[in-house]
Structures are given as C-alpha cells and as structure tokens.
C-alpha cells in the first residue's frame, strides 16, 4: 500500500494551521536537538523516555535543518513504529520508507521554500538519515 504523501502534508498543515516544521514539531511534542553529527549524518528521531526526540547536525545549513526535520516528521506522522527499528541495526535503511519521507519533506518544505532554489530532494537522498 502506497500513502498519499502530498495529501497528509496538506492535512498535517490544515490541522495544526502551520507549514513551519518547527511549530509543527512542538505541536506534535517532539524536543528538538542540535548535535554533533558525523559528516554525512543529517538526523534521525527515536524515543527517549517516551518523549519524541528529533536529533539534528548542528553543522548543516539553516534550509538544510529544516528539510531534516521536515523529513523526521514524515516518519513520525507516516512510520510510527520505524524508528525503534532503525536504531536496533544502524546501517539498516527501507528504501521504500526513505523515500517516502523525503516525499513528505519535499511537500512541507514547498510550502515555504522555492524548491527551484533549495534542492530539498538532492540533499536528502545524498546523506544518511535514518
Ligand atoms: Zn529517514
């Protein structure tokens, strides 16, 4: 079964009446972090103590955060149970769920960035972010 990415970002934003992800985030209640991150590493999300904590490289251009956490929440809103998955085995990644939040993350970030300008796929698909 394939989601209708476009379709639950439009219906994310109408809910919460914002397209900015960082509102989007705390409405969700999901803590956002800065961290350290090894070249190559955008982010990921996971549990911690039952809160949603998105981790995102503090070193990546401001554009660049807001794509990561554009698609953190695609897979928090679209892949609930996929996080505690993904840190169980590090190099583990679902093509089909990767795209499918870097589809989310495209639409969200539409809303607020030229996507002429801001290449929001490319530098998705080009780093690790589980
Ligand atoms: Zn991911």
């Known amino acids: 079964m394939s989601l209708n990415i476009p379709l639950r970002v439009k219906n994310l934003v109408a809910r919460y009446d914002t397209s900015d992800p960082f509102r989007l985030a705390k409405d969700l209640n999901c803590l ?3 961290v350290a991150l090894p070249p190559g590493v955008n982010g990921f999300w996971r549990h911690v103590l039952r809160k949603r904590t ?3 490289n ?3 251009e401001e554009w660049q955060q807001a794509a990561v956490l554009c698609h953190e929440l695609g897979h928090i809103v679209c892949h609930p149970g996929y996080a505690a998955f993904s840190m169980r ?4 990644s679902n093509t089909r769920i990767e795209n499918e939040a870097d589809e989310f993350a ?3 970030m539409s809303y607020r960035y030229d996507l002429d300008e801001y290449y929001v796929r490319p530098f998705l698909s080009q780093s690790w972010h589980p």
């Open 32 to 34: 956002v972090y800065y």
């Open 54 to 56: 998105i981790a995102i």
């Open 58 to 60: 503090e070193e990546l």
């Open 89 to 92: 085995n590090i190099s583990f």
């Open 106 to 108: 495209e639409c969200l």
